[in-house]
C-alpha cells in the first residue's frame, strides 16, 4: 500500500504570514495533485504536478514536485482568511489509464486577520 | 460543461437498515467513476471505482457495495448499516490517471 504522509497536520497563523505544507512518501508516484477543501463540501482541485522537479505556481501558490518523484510541497506566500481550508496531497499511481488516487491525512489551515 | 450530482446532502440512518447512494455526471462519456469516505474530516479512503459500465473494483473489505448500471451513474448501497459506517462519502469523476478529480459536494451519512 503506498502511503502519503502529510505535514503538519494542524497550521493556524496570522494573515500575512508564509507557509510550507509537505508531502512525503517513500514510493514513486506518477503525478501528484494537490486539493483544497472546506468544510462539508468536496475538495477541489489546485493543481496536478506530472516531471520530478516541476514547479507550479498559482497566484500565490507554489507547488513542487521532488525530482524522484515521491514528495511535495506546497507553500503559500501572504496568507489570507480565504485560505484557510482543510488542504490534500494525493498520488496517482499504477500503470493503468484509471489511476487510483492515495491521499495524505491532510494539513488543516487556519490563517487568522 | 462536466458536472457531478450527488445526493442526498445529508442522511440520518437506523443501523440495519439499507443505504443508496447516488451519484451522476453530466457532460462526459465514459468517466472514471470513485467513491471515497471521508472521516473527521481528514483524508479520504477509496472504497470502489469503476472504469466503465457493470465494471466495479473494491478497495477495501467492508459492509458496503457498488453498482454502475448506466455511464454516467454510481450508486452505493448497503443492505444493513453499521454504526462504523457513518461518515462523510464522496463521489469523484476522472478521464483518467493524469487528469483531477471532479468530486460531487458529498453525503454526510450518520447511523444511529
Known amino acids: 500500500t503506498q502511503l502519503l504522509e502529510q505535514s503538519p497536520q494542524f497550521l493556524s497563523i496570522q494573515e500575512g504570514e508564509n507557509l510550507t505544507v509537505y508531502c512525503n512518501s517513500s514510493?514513486?508516484?506518477?503525478?501528484l495533485q494537490w486539493y483544497r477543501q472546506e468544510p462539508g463540501e468536496g475538495p477541489v482541485l489546485l493543481v496536478t504536478?506530472?516531471?520530478?522537479?516541476e514547479v507550479k505556481k498559482l497566484k500565490r501558490l507554489t507547488f513542487q514536485f521532488g525530482d524522484a518523484r515521491k514528495d511535495s510541497s506546497l507553500h503559500i506566500t501572504a496568507a489570507q482568511p480565504g485560505d484557510t481550508g482543510l488542504y490534500l496531497c494525493?498520488?496517482?499511481?499504477?500503470?493503468?489509464?484509471?489511476?487510483?488516487?492515495?491521499f495524505g491525512q491532510g494539513t488543516i489551515l487556519t490563517v487568522h486577520p | 460543461s462536466q458536472t457531478i450530482h450527488q445526493w442526498p446532502a445529508t442522511l440520518v440512518q437506523p443501523v440495519g437498515s439499507p443505504l443508496s447512494l447516488e451519484c451522476t455526471v453530466e457532460?462526459?462519456?465514459?468517466?472514471?467513476l470513485y467513491w471515497y469516505r471521508q472521516a473527521a474530516g481528514r483524508g479520504l479512503q477509496l472504497l470502489f471505482y469503476?472504469?466503465?459500465?457493470?465494471?466495479i473494483s473494491s478497495e477495501v473489505p467492508q459492509n458496503l457495495s457498488a453498482s454502475r448500471p448506466q455511464d454516467r451513474q454510481f450508486i452505493l448501497s448497503s443492505k444493513k448499516l453499521l454504526l462504523s459506517d457513518s461518515g462523510f462519502y464522496l463521489c469523484?469523476?476522472?478521464?483518467?490517471?493524469?487528469?483531477?478529480?471532479?468530486f460531487g459536494s458529498g453525503t454526510r451519512l450518520t447511523v444511529v
Open positions: 469503476s472504469v466503465g459500465i457493470g465494471q
Open positions: 494525493a498520488g496517482v499511481s499504477g500503470g493503468t489509464s484509471y489511476g487510483k488516487l492515495t
Open positions: 514510493s514513486v508516484f506518477s503525478s
Open positions: 504536478v506530472v516531471t520530478g522537479g
Open positions: 457532460g462526459t462519456s465514459n468517466p472514471n
Open positions: 469523484a469523476w476522472s478521464r483518467g490517471r493524469l487528469h483531477g478529480y471532479t
